[in-house]
């Protein structure tokens, strides 16, 4: 959780979170560089939700960032 959630936090120091929508982070983790998936929704600053998937979706998503491992 603790990786997750400094992971959403590099990307918002970016400034490449949409405010009102969701943003998909894709990355790799681990010493294997396992691929892993991070969804979430920030609405007016506030992290309203998010979910982490093994793997990379095919799905097309409007705000995709890829981010390299930490």
Do not use: C
């Amino acid at each position: 959780m603790e990786y997750l959630n400094e992971d959403i936090i590099r990307v918002d120091e970016l400034n490449s979170v949409k405010n009102g929508g969701d943003t998909t982070i894709r990355t790799v983790y681990g010493r294997t560089n396992k691929p892993l998936e991070i969804r979430f929704h920030v609405q007016d600053g506030e992290l309203k939700s998010f979910n982490a998937f093994p793997g990379h979706s095919k799905r097309d998503v409007d705000n995709l960032i890829w981010s390299a491992s930490q």
